[in-house]
């Protein structure tokens, strides 16, 4: 019980720390699109990259906070943070993942989980 209740909290870290620098990330490009001549086409791998380092992080985060098993806290935080996804497009917008996005998904997966062992290490270390 007090295990699953460290965990929980831990993904939540972690949830929160991937919304907060998707809606940063989010509202700089937005404006950088609005203002400036960039073209969204432009900037596609850049976004994705800095996706997969939000992912890193928030995973980074949920493995500090769990202090342990940071790939698994590392890959509930992952495959939570892509339901909210896909429940966002599937019922705001009426679609289902394509294979590019289970694609993207996996990669934020294995992300997530290199950055619970990452977060997990480091706070171990500390620790010592």
Do not use: P
């Amino acid at each position: 019980m007090l295990e699953t209740k460290k965990w929980g909290k831990a993904v939540l870290y972690g949830l929160v720390t991937i919304f907060i620098m998707a809606l940063a990330t989010s509202l700089v490009f937005s404006l950088l699109l609005k203002f400036t001549s960039l073209k969204e086409s432009s900037i596609t791998w850049l976004l994705v990259g800095l996706s997969v380092l939000a992912l890193f992080i928030g995973g980074f985060v949920a493995g500090g906070n769990g202090k342990e098993k940071g790939w698994l806290v590392g890959g509930i935080t992952a495959l939570l943070y892509s339901l909210i996804i896909f429940l966002f497009k599937f019922l705001g917008y009426g679609q289902i993942f394509n294979m590019e996005d289970f694609m993207y998904h996996g990669g934020f997966l294995l992300a997530a989980m290199i950055g619970g062992v990452f977060g997990v290490n480091m706070t171990s270390s500390r620790a010592k």
